[in-house]
């Protein structure tokens, strides 16, 4: 029998509309726990119960985000995984300038990869939110493959490993700016050779 008072997801959902609204105001380093429970207007145990530390929280935050993100099968996969892209580019862009960081930083991007390092449940929890994300863009790729569009012998996780890990080297490692026009050259030297009909 289950024990406790029920999860309250309206709590849920200002809390994390709150702390979103915190770390694009201010950044990933002055998110605090107790500043969202008092903005809330709950008790800060009831956020730690929930969110063991920020990082946790900020994990959160991201995978709501996330979970906004669709995925259209149009019949033109070329379109189709540059609109994702651009997606996926607008979400990572939007993270990297939290708190008004410029330039070439990872921003919050890096702060998230950080704390999946440190926490193993956010580790696990960060892949299971990205296998069930990619999942949807591999059955995009897969779609494509069965019309015909996309070669038969096609490995669809390496093309999506191609495109969407561009994205993250480009945040990550360079810092170079990643935008629709990138997504489209990505996904034309990704497609080289594995279109039906080019």
């Not at 309250?8 to 709150?18: F, M």
């Not at 903005?39 to 990082?55: E, I």
């Not at 890990?165 to 026009?181: E, F, H, N």
Request: hydrophobic share 45%; glycine share 8%; proline share 3%.
């Amino acid at each position: 029998m289950p024990r406790g008072r029920p999860r309250d997801t309206q709590v849920d959902e200002r809390v994390l509309r709150i702390a979103a609204a915190l770390i694009f105001e201010r950044g990933y380093a002055s998110l605090s726990i107790d500043e969202v429970a008092e903005r809330v207007g709950v008790a800060k145990t009831t956020l730690y119960r929930r969110w063991p530390t920020k990082d946790h929280l900020a994990v959160a935050v991201v995978a709501r985000l996330q979970a906004d993100d669709e995925i259209t099968d149009t019949g033109d996969i070329r379109a189709d995984l540059v609109n994702y892209l651009e997606k996926i580019a607008a979400g990572l862009n939007r993270m990297r300038a939290a708190g008004g960081q410029k330039g070439s930083s990872a921003g919050v991007v890096g702060e998230l990869v950080a704390a999946a390092a440190r926490h193993e449940d956010i580790g696990q929890l960060t892949h299971e939110q990205y296998a069930r994300r990619n999942a949807l863009a591999l059955a995009l790729i897969e779609q494509a493959r069965v019309r015909g569009e996309l070669r038969a012998d096609l490995d669809a996780e390496a093309l999506f490993d191609q495109l969407a890990g561009a994205l993250y080297y480009r945040v990550l490692i360079t810092g170079a700016p990643i935008d629709r026009a990138y997504a489209e050259r990505l996904v034309s030297s990704a497609l080289e050779g594995n279109l039906t009909c080019p």
